[in-house]
């Protein structure tokens, strides 16, 4: 799941002109993306009668994007993202063959900051920080390849804010003043995980078990001291969850860090939520679920090398009952240039269920990653 981080970025200063502009050139159109494939070998506990496979070739193509953008006269940029992914967010499509939309939206950006529009995270989803990447194309939170007891395991594994997803909504960024960037978003309805093509009528509202109008909040700073370099943020996030007379009030919160110097990049992050399941399901607030997040890193880069190591637990939780999920995930890359990247991917898994059991999982893997 990771992404490009809005926050780690200026935004491009530009005034505004009365009346109407022309881009003096067509937008330019660009295609870029990443491909990581894998092979690994996986000891993973049998969960009832259920068995894991001991070995795996898993491929992740999630970041194809083709990009327009262009500067209008009047200094204002313009332009349209989509991107396509190999399957979709929660491979839940009937054939994962597919290449979809997992993202497609429209933005403008100038002096006033930048506006969104259309399928794409959020503003607490693109100002977040969290631990470090090391192994090419993955990491521990939000990962793309996670070897685990899948049928145990139900937590999020992410501290991002997953509630809005990729639905369709308006986010605007201010500018970033002496380093703090504020970012607000607001989705109406989350009834696609992605970018729903709903030209056409007028959507229902109070649709049971959906949740519709999410506001996010978020804020961050980006800056440097002498040769530290630092990054922290902070959201709020909440909707109004559907379920008819029952109450219910889904919302998250976050915070994260990164700290880089000399090579090193340290960072962490916490998550929390309430009343959400399955990242965009409301519940019950007399169920009184929850779910925290946290998860710690360290990466060091020297030259075309990285290596880290990185940790998350994810604990889900109601009265008298939890499944508590935790990763530790080391290894590294090596580049070899143009984009291309090797790398080894160890991971450890244990699931706690409880009285359900207790599951552990090991995998070893060799990455390729191509940038394009």
Same mark, same amino acid.
């Given at each position: 799941?990771?992404?490009?981080?809005?926050?780690?970025?200026?935004?491009?200063?530009?005034?505004?002109?009365?009346?109407?502009?022309?881009?003096?050139?067509?937008?330019?159109?660009?295609?870029?993306?990443?491909?990581?494939?894998?092979?690994?070998?996986?000891?993973?506990?049998?969960?009832?009668?259920?068995?894991?496979?001991?070995?795996?070739?898993?491929?992740?193509?999630?970041?194809?994007?083709?990009?327009?953008?262009?500067?209008?006269?009047?200094?204002?940029?313009?332009?349209?993202?989509?991107?396509?992914?190999?399957?979709?967010?929660?491979?839940?499509?009937?054939?994962?063959?597919?290449?979809?939309?997992?993202?497609?939206?429209?933005?403008?950006?100038?002096?006033?900051?930048?506006?969104?529009?259309?399928?794409? @995270?959020?503003?607490?989803?693109?100002?977040?920080?969290?631990?470090?990447?090391?192994?090419?194309?993955?990491?521990?939170?939000?990962?793309?390849?996670?070897?685990?007891?899948?049928?145990?395991?139900?937590?999020?594994?992410?501290?991002?804010?997953?509630?809005?997803?990729?639905?369709?909504?308006?986010?605007?960024?201010?500018?970033?003043?002496?380093?703090?960037?504020?970012?607000?978003?607001?989705?109406?309805?989350?009834?696609?995980?992605?970018?729903?093509?709903?030209?056409?009528?007028?959507?229902?509202?109070?649709?049971?078990?959906?949740?519709?109008?999410?506001?996010?909040?978020?804020?961050?700073?980006?800056?440097?001291?002498?040769?530290?370099?630092?990054?922290?943020?902070?959201?709020?996030?909440?909707?109004?969850?559907?379920?008819?007379?029952?109450?219910?009030?889904?919302?998250?919160?976050?915070?994260?860090?990164?700290?880089?110097?000399?090579?090193?990049?340290?960072?962490?992050?916490?998550?929390?939520?309430?009343?959400?399941?399955?990242?965009?399901?409301?519940?019950?607030?007399?169920?009184?679920?929850?779910?925290?997040?946290?998860?710690?890193?360290?990466?060091?880069?020297?030259?075309?090398?990285?290596?880290?190591?990185?940790?998350?637990? @994810?604990?889900?939780?109601?009265?008298?009952?939890?499944?508590?999920?935790?990763?530790?995930?080391?290894?590294?890359?090596?580049?070899?240039?143009?984009?291309?990247?090797?790398?080894?991917?160890?991971?450890?898994?244990?699931?706690?269920?409880?009285?359900?059991?207790?599951?552990?999982?090991?995998?070893?893997?060799?990455?390729?990653?191509?940038?394009?």
């Amino acid at each position: 799941m990771k992404k490009t981080l809005l926050g780690t970025t200026a935004l491009v200063s530009a005034g505004l002109v009365a009346g109407p502009a022309l881009a003096s050139d067509p937008l330019t159109v660009t295609v870029g993306g990443t491909v990581t494939a894998g092979i690994y070998y996986i000891d993973a506990d049998d969960v009832g009668a259920v068995q894991y496979n001991e070995s795996a070739v898993k491929l992740v193509a999630r970041n194809i994007d083709v990009k327009a953008e262009g500067t209008l006269d009047n200094g204002m940029v313009a332009g349209v993202l989509a991107t396509l992914s190999l399957g979709d967010d929660w491979n839940t499509n009937a054939n994962n063959n597919d290449a979809t939309f997992r993202e497609l939206f429209a933005y403008l950006e100038g002096g006033f900051g930048r506006f969104e529009i259309g399928g794409t @995270d959020g503003s607490a989803f693109k100002m977040h920080y969290t631990s470090p990447w090391f192994v090419p194309g993955n990491g521990v939170d939000s990962p793309n390849i996670l070897n685990l007891p899948s049928t145990a395991a139900i937590g999020r594994h992410s501290t991002f804010s997953l509630m809005a997803a990729d639905a369709n909504k308006v986010t605007y960024f201010t500018p970033r003043f002496a380093g703090f960037q504020l970012g607000l978003s607001y989705t109406p309805d989350v009834s696609y995980n992605g970018p729903n093509p709903n030209g056409l009528g007028a959507l229902p509202g109070g649709t049971l078990g959906r949740i519709d109008n999410v506001v996010e909040v978020a804020l961050n700073y980006a800056g440097s001291f002498g040769s530290v370099d630092l990054g922290v943020d902070g959201f709020y996030v909440t909707g109004e969850g559907n379920l008819g007379a029952v109450a219910n009030d889904p919302e998250e919160m976050g915070a994260g860090l990164n700290l880089g110097f000399g090579g090193f990049t340290f960072g962490g992050a916490y998550y929390k939520s309430e009343d959400l399941a399955v990242t965009s399901v409301p519940l019950p607030s007399a169920a009184n679920f929850e779910e925290e997040v946290w998860t710690l890193g360290i990466s060091y880069a020297t030259g075309p090398w990285t290596v880290g190591v990185a940790y998350l637990d @994810d604990e889900v939780s109601t009265p008298g009952a939890s499944v508590d999920t935790t990763t530790w995930q080391t290894g590294g890359g090596y580049n070899l240039g143009s984009g291309v990247d090797i790398g080894l991917d160890l991971q450890m898994t244990n699931v706690d269920a409880g009285v359900a059991g207790d599951y552990d999982a090991q995998s070893a893997g060799l990455v390729l990653s191509v940038a394009f």
